[in-house]
């Protein structure tokens, strides 16, 4: 599987940003999927996740009711609204794929087996 970032960009505070991830691979509708971000000089962290069939979400308490996690399986693809952003939201965002698929919402890197490359996320103030 492959995964291909898009949407990042520069947007003032209380903006909005759609993030994008398009995925190769027959399987896809069956991964459990996240976005995750890493800021300069931090470690990545757990932003949101989705089960397999799009019917379960979760969220960091950061994130929670300004993000909005959603699939579109017959696409192969991944979204994250973000509305309301903050500079605290600057980041590079990571989508990734766990191709288990069992459980949805782990927040630990180490549980997903692909990644895509990284988009840009930068909130001014």
């Known amino acids: 599987v492959q995964l291909q970032a898009s949407g990042g960009g520069l947007v003032q505070a209380g903006g909005s940003l759609k993030l994008s991830c398009a995925a190769s691979?027959?399987?896809?509708?069956?991964?459990?999927l996240a976005w995750f971000r890493q800021a300069a000089g931090k470690e990545r962290e757990f932003v949101a996740g989705?089960?397999?069939?799009?019917?379960?979400?979760y969220y960091a308490d950061s994130v929670k009711g300004r993000f909005t996690i959603s699939r579109d399986n017959a696409k192969n693809m991944v979204n994250l609204q973000m509305d309301s952003l903050k500079p605290d939201d600057t980041a590079v965002y990571y989508c990734?794929?766990?191709?288990?698929?069992?459980?949805?919402?782990?927040?630990?890197?180490?549980?997903?087996?692909?990644w895509g490359q990284g988009t840009q996320v930068t909130v001014s103030s």
């Open positions: 691979g027959r399987s896809f509708s069956m991964y459990a």
């Open positions: 989705i089960s397999w069939s799009g019917t379960r979400t």
């Open positions: 990734a794929a766990d191709s288990s698929g069992v459980v949805a919402g782990l927040r630990e890197v180490y549980e997903y087996n692909y």
